[in-house]
């Protein structure tokens, strides 16, 4: 007797169901999309199905040409430190957020208050994370 086999699960196309991706136009669309790169990418790459990944690289790309068009990050105005706080305020990160993020929990409150400058190990993280030239934060 012969089982039948079950259809693989296509974990791209489900997502592309629930959340088609299509150019991001307005800000409503933006925090949409966002909303479900944060669900995704908060899993970690390691954790995700090579369709969640696929679709995740897609949205990414179509988030970040709204962004460059409609987010556009002044490039030169103010301090680091004002920029750092600025990129990491409209990230929607917390000060223990951008310490996590450069390896130390505390290091983020020290760092937004002025208490201690970004070295150059940090810089490089944040521009990684942020996909903003080094010199942003000089």
């Not at 937004?112 to 993280?125: D, F, Q, T, V």
Request: proline share 4%; net charge neutral; charged share 30%.
């Amino acid at each position: 007797m012969k089982t039948k086999a079950r259809p693989t699960r296509d974990d791209y196309l489900d997502l592309v169901r629930r959340f088609p991706l299509r150019p991001v136009r307005t800000e409503t669309e933006y925090d949409a999309a966002i909303a479900v790169v944060n669900a995704l990418a908060i899993r970690g790459e390691d954790d995700l199905t090579a369709g969640e990944a696929d679709y995740l690289d897609v949205l990414a790309d179509l988030v970040s040409k709204y962004e460059e068009q409609h987010h556009r990050l002044p490039m030169r105005t103010g301090t680091p430190l004002e920029r750092l706080g600025y990129i990491v305020e409209q990230a929607g990160l917390s000060a223990s957020d951008l310490g996590r993020l450069l390896g130390n929990r505390g290091l983020g409150a020290t760092l937004l208050a002025g208490r201690r400058e970004l070295s150059k190990a940090h810089i490089r993280i944040l521009a990684d994370h942020f996909k903003v030239e080094p010199g942003y934060f000089l």
